[in-house]
């Protein structure tokens, strides 16, 4: 199994909150032709193989969906400060094969 570094900015996660992208911030390490992010797993869609990841990719991704889901009623201040703490949870490094 691989292991690759990715280092996911203030910048990914508040485009993402905010839906100035479509890409969730893990994704955009990702070849879309060959890998989907599930929400516990990356999926090789070459294979169908299902690659388990850490807790906190999990982890990451709960708290990323939370808060875009409450994005457009909190304030900016509290907005940014909430995407630099879930910056901070990001995995440092993803699972592939």
Known sequence: ?????????FKDVFDYV??????NPIEKYLDPT?????ADCIKNKKTGEN????FDYEFFLIKLGQL???A???NLKD????CEEIKE?????????
């Open 1 to 9: 199994m691989n292991s690759q570094n990715i280092n996911i900015t």
């Open 18 to 23: 905010i839906n100035n992208t479509s890409y």
């Open 34 to 38: 060959l890998f989907e992010t599930c």
């Open 51 to 54: 690659i388990n990841q850490c």
């Open 68 to 70: 875009k889901s409450i």
């Open 72 to 74: 457009k009623e909190i």
């Open 79 to 82: 907005l940014q400060s909430s």
């Open 89 to 97: 949870l990001s995995p440092k490094t993803i699972l592939l094969k």
